[in-house]
């Protein structure tokens, strides 16, 4: 079993930045890819960023592109998701989730083995 538990959600104006972690506890967490996921009001859960075991590799939706920064601290075992320049329609719950390390390249909202409960994210104009 692994453990995630998510922090740094609140609400910021837009254009502003937050900083999410994600912290790991249980089986080793450099065993697991980490991704993040949210989910606004009335939609369905969306990939946003994924990061490699080891923290190599990443890959962002186009939605997160050149404005959020997935990262992790297998030390820490903690990944981060840093998020700049932030829009209303990033307005959502924000999960982290962790797969396999072999899983990476396949990685899918449905193939993830854990979840943590999620921190909310409020942008206000």
């Known amino acids: 079993q692994v453990q995630l538990v998510e922090s740094g959600g609140g609400l910021v104006q837009a254009g502003g930045s937050l900083r999410l972690s994600c912290a790991g506890s249980?089986?080793?967490?450099?065993?697991?890819?980490m991704a993040w996921f949210r989910q606004a009001p009335g939609k369905e859960r969306e990939f946003v960023a994924k990061?490699?075991?080891?923290?190599?590799?990443?890959y962002y939706a186009d939605s997160a592109k050149d404005r959020f920064t997935i990262s992790r601290d297998n030390a820490k075992s903690t990944v981060y998701l840093q998020m700049n320049n932030l829009k209303l329609e990033d307005t959502a719950v924000y999960y982290c989730?962790?797969?396999?390390?072999?899983?990476?390249?396949?990685?899918?909202?449905?193939?993830?083995?854990?979840w943590g409960k999620g921190t909310l994210v409020t942008v206000s104009s």
């Open positions: 989730a962790a797969a396999p390390r072999g899983s990476y390249y396949s990685l899918s909202r449905d193939g993830m083995d854990y």
């Open positions: 990061i490699s075991w080891g923290g190599v590799m990443t």
């Open positions: 249980g089986r080793t967490f450099s065993n697991y890819a």
